[in-house]
């Protein structure tokens, strides 16, 4: 069975930082690139990041671009997003998501974990 | 950035009915458009991927349609489940834009 297990968000102040963990288990992590989405409470979804299976690429949101970054340790069966200078618009509930298929950046997200909430406030 | 764009934001429909939802892509897409399904407080699950294929379980009664720029959800014969919101998001270049969301009430 997939099983996708983010770590837990928090409370964080304006300008912190954060790390996100996603567990990954049921299938062969290091042939899939990952995914991380986020929603906001009461919002829609919003894509943030993408990373490839061997982390040669990534694509971020506009919105998180030189403030966010996805990484992955293949070894561990783990995705990461580091999020720093952290804002109040990034409070959301964050999903990671693996793709349908298997390496490919333009892939339909059909597994997702349950979510963890950040909210950022001071 | 292309964005994607859906109809109606809401909309309330009565068990057995067929409902209709549209998404526009702000710039072509070919088929690389994907729908989900999302209850409160779950994760969104995969509907339909590359605008009309089915995924794994999901009844026969959602079907998908379009190619370009516009793209139709359809659900025949609606039933009580069926309410929650619905995202369409496009996969053919990052960011991979979600759709603002379209929810469905059963009445």
């Known amino acids: 069975e997939v099983r996708l297990v983010e770590s837990e968000g928090g409370l964080i102040r304006p300008g912190g930082s954060l790390r996100l963990s996603c567990a990954a288990s049921g299938f062969s992590f290091s042939t899939y690139s990952m995914n991380w989405v986020r929603q906001a409470p009461g919002k829609g979804l919003e894509w943030v990041s993408y990373?490839?299976?061997?982390?040669?690429?990534?694509y971020y949101a506009d919105s998180v671009k030189g403030r966010f970054t996805i990484y992955r340790d293949n070894a561990k069966n783990s995705l990461y997003l580091q999020m720093n200078s952290l804002r109040d618009e990034d409070t959301a509930v964050y999903y990671c998501a693996r793709p349908y298929y298997q390496d490919s950046s333009g892939s339909p997200l059909d597994y997702w974990g349950q979510g963890t909430l950040l909210i950022v406030s001071s | 950035d292309i964005q994607m764009t859906q109809s109606p934001s809401s909309l309330s429909a009565s068990v057995g009915d067929r409902v209709t939802i549209t998404c526009r892509a702000s710039?072509?897409?070919?088929?690389?458009l994907n729908w989900y399904q999302q209850e409160p407080g779950k994760a969104p699950k995969l509907l339909m991927y590359?605008?009309?294929n089915l995924h794994s379980g999901v009844p026969s009664r959602f079907s998908g349609s379009g190619s370009g720029t516009d793209f139709t959800l359809t659900i025949s014969g609606l039933q009580r489940e069926d309410s929650a919101t619905y995202y369409c998001q496009q996969s053919y270049s990052p960011p991979f834009t979600f759709g603002q969301g379209t929810k469905l009430e059963i009445k």
């Open positions: 590359a605008t009309s």
């Open positions: 990373i490839s299976r061997t982390s040669t690429t990534t």
């Open positions: 710039q072509t897409i070919t088929t690389y």
